[in-house]
């Protein structure tokens, strides 16, 4: 009998190149070479992306040592007044479930309480991580408005104030890589909140950074602990430390008030954008205010810069300090809301009720 060893998400061309191995026995010999050099390549590549990662964190954190205090007490200044590049990753958690309590009762496992939803935004240099509480009645999807939304606000409630920013997401094609994020960040450009931007990816497969970290001390708490409601989530996320700070953000409360508003960004940036051809095969997106609305691609680290202009018609741009139009979210529906009250509300903690799962 042999138990499997700890491990975390597996790389699925890493499992499809050993399995490849492992059956080529009968090939000849030069089929062995080129399954070997394959298989090779594809850990070089992830070794180089993972390389640049970790020098890209470790000069942020190097740049801000020689600032000294001045940088943490620049929070919230104004945008590009701090001469740095810093660095920051983000990403989506699973979702926690309200209430949630370590003694399980029986009934609530075939149950499904509130949900929160958690986006996390880290900063490697300080180290600190913000992290967005979605709770279930003010969530609007996980999509590239929300996303997007969410990394806005951090930029001006939490950030630097930087001149010059790398962002690392996960590699994902729905919530990151997307058109939708990259005309974002030209947009960014164009409105002069940065300099330069570098938005990165991490092999897919081969993506765990800064933010799974801190979200796995948030499981780590959250796992022992009795919350109640989205208050006790997030004093449960203030008290979780790793190496760096855990902050909890709300973006909205069990009643549907909105904290953190929800752009349409989608529907305001497509009349001045286009889209990029087989976008999912670039790792690294350059821009840059010496050439606005245009971005420069690469494949991998080493790979050589293809420009593209992402403005549909140079004319016509983007119109100065406008938001796009909020999305209200739907919040719960009426037999959620029932459901909620008839089978949760017997499961929280007594003074949370009208929290969770108020009378409808």
Same mark, same amino acid.
């Given at each position: 009998?042999?138990?499997?060893?700890?491990?975390?998400?597996? &790389?699925?061309?890493?499992? *499809?190149?050993? $399995?490849? !191995?492992?059956?080529? /026995?009968?090939?000849?010999?030069? %089929?062995?070479?080129?399954?070997?050099?394959?298989?090779?390549?594809?850990?070089?590549?992830?070794?180089?992306?993972?390389?640049?990662?970790?020098?890209?964190?470790?000069?942020?954190?190097?740049?801000?040592?020689?600032?000294?205090?001045?940088?943490?007490?620049?929070?919230?200044?104004?945008?590009?007044?701090?001469?740095?590049?810093?660095?920051?990753?983000?990403?989506?958690?699973?979702?926690?479930?309200?209430?949630?309590?370590?003694?399980?009762?029986?009934?609530?496992?075939?149950?499904?309480?509130?949900?929160?939803?958690?986006?996390?935004?880290? &900063?490697?240099?300080?180290? *600190?991580?913000? $992290?967005? !509480?979605?709770?279930? /009645?003010?969530?609007?999807?996980? %999509?590239?408005?929300?996303?997007?939304?969410?990394?806005?606000?951090?930029?001006?409630?939490?950030?630097?104030?930087?001149?010059?920013?790398?962002?690392?997401?996960?590699?994902?094609?729905?919530?990151?890589?997307?058109?939708?994020?990259?005309?974002?960040?030209?947009?960014?450009?164009?409105?002069?909140?940065?300099?330069?931007?570098?938005?990165?990816?991490?092999?897919?497969?081969?993506?765990?950074?800064?933010?799974?970290?801190?979200?796995?001390?948030?499981?780590?708490?959250?796992?022992?602990?009795?919350?109640?409601?989205?208050?006790?989530?997030?004093?449960?996320?203030?008290?979780?430390?790793?190496?760096?700070?855990?902050?909890?953000?709300?973006?909205?409360?069990?009643?549907?008030?909105?904290?953190?508003?929800?752009?349409?960004?989608?529907?305001?940036?497509?009349?001045?954008?286009?889209?990029?051809?087989?976008?999912?095969?670039?790792?690294?997106?350059?821009?840059?205010?010496?050439?606005?609305?245009?971005?420069?691609?690469?494949?991998?680290?080493?790979?050589?810069?293809?420009?593209?202009?992402?403005?549909?018609?140079?004319?016509?741009?983007?119109?100065?300090?406008?938001?796009?139009?909020?999305?209200?979210?739907?919040?719960?529906?009426?037999?959620?809301?029932?459901?909620?009250?008839?089978?949760?509300?017997?499961?929280?903690?007594?003074?949370?009720?009208?929290?969770?799962?108020?009378?409808?």
């Amino acid at each position: 009998m042999v138990v499997s060893k700890p491990m975390t998400d597996l &790389c699925v061309t890493c499992q *499809q190149n050993t $399995n490849r !191995l492992q059956r080529a /026995a009968n090939l000849p010999e030069s %089929g062995k070479a080129e399954l070997l050099r394959d298989h090779q390549d594809h850990i070089e590549s992830a070794q180089r992306e993972r390389e640049f990662y970790r020098s890209s964190c470790t000069n942020s954190q190097e740049t801000l040592d020689n600032i000294g205090g001045y940088a943490l007490s620049h929070t919230n200044q104004n945008v590009c007044s701090l001469k740095a590049t810093i660095h920051y990753s983000f990403d989506f958690a699973q979702q926690f479930h309200i209430p949630s309590n370590p003694m399980q009762p029986g009934p609530v496992y075939f149950k499904t309480p509130q949900k929160c939803g958690i986006f996390g935004v880290m &900063c490697e240099a300080i180290p *600190q991580q913000v $992290n967005f !509480l979605i709770d279930e /009645a003010a969530t609007t999807g996980k %999509g590239a408005n929300a996303t997007i939304s969410y990394v806005h606000y951090y930029f001006k409630h939490h950030g630097l104030g930087e001149t010059d920013t790398h962002l690392n997401a996960d590699n994902c094609a729905g919530q990151n890589k997307n058109n939708f994020f990259v005309w974002y960040l030209a947009w960014k450009i164009m409105m002069n909140l940065h300099d330069t931007v570098l938005y990165l990816f991490l092999i897919a497969g081969h993506t765990k950074f800064g933010p799974d970290r801190c979200f796995g001390m948030i499981k780590k708490s959250y796992k022992v602990t009795y919350v109640s409601s989205i208050f006790e989530l997030a004093r449960l996320v203030e008290n979780s430390r790793s190496i760096g700070i855990n902050k909890a953000q709300l973006v909205g409360t069990h009643d549907g008030r909105v904290i953190v508003p929800v752009y349409d960004w989608t529907s305001f940036l497509e009349p001045y954008f286009k889209r990029i051809p087989n976008i999912k095969k670039y790792h690294h997106f350059r821009f840059s205010k010496d050439s606005p609305g245009m971005v420069f691609c690469k494949e991998l680290v080493t790979s050589p810069e293809q420009p593209f202009m992402l403005l549909k018609d140079q004319v016509n741009l983007p119109p100065p300090s406008v938001l796009p139009p909020t999305i209200r979210p739907d919040g719960l529906s009426q037999e959620r809301k029932n459901y909620l009250f008839r089978e949760i509300r017997q499961f929280c903690k007594p003074g949370t009720e009208d929290l969770v799962a108020p009378a409808p």
